[in-house]
Nanobody, 125 residues
Framework: QVQLVESGGGLVQAGGTLRLSCAAS????????MGWFRQAPGKEREFVAA????????LYADSVKGRFTISSDNAKNTVYLQMNTLKPEDTAVYYC??????????????????WGQGTQVTVSA
């Protein structure tokens, strides 16, 4: 089973930036898409952004559109999430996820078959 390892989380002031990375341990020829989800304390996990492995399509949650950018480096088996203009409400554990085949909309968590351990992002006011 593929292992996904996130990095890049941390503490930042509101208005600041962070860049998350997620490296997959295996060859990604079977990857259909990768995505980022997040879960804040007391809340359900929610979709943040996703990208098809061909790079042809990216999808964003309305709450991050225009501030976050998802990208991938297929040669490095890595997906990134550039987060700009961070807000306190972005505070959450961010999870990387991979799906190996088309399973409907990119924002559907149930369509992903591998998940990382998560990385904490904390935005102070």
């Amino acid at each position: 089973q593929v292992q996904l390892v996130e990095s890049g989380g941390g503490l930042v002031q509101a208005g600041g930036t962070l860049r998350l990375s997620c490296a997959a341990s295996d060859r990604t020829f079977s990857t259909n898409a990768m995505g980022w989800f997040r879960q804040a304390p007391g809340k359900e996990r929610e979709f943040v952004a996703a990208i098809s492995w061909s790079g042809a399509r990216a999808l964003y949650a309305d709450s991050v559109k225009g501030r976050f950018t998802i990208s991938s480096d297929n040669a490095k088996n890595t997906v990134y999430l550039q987060m700009n203009t961070l807000k306190p409400e972005d505070t959450a554990v961010y999870y990387c996820a991979r799906r190996s085949r088309p399973t409907g909309s990119l924002d559907r968590a149930g369509g992903y078959d591998s998940w990382g351990q998560g990385t904490q992002v904390t935005v102070s006011a």
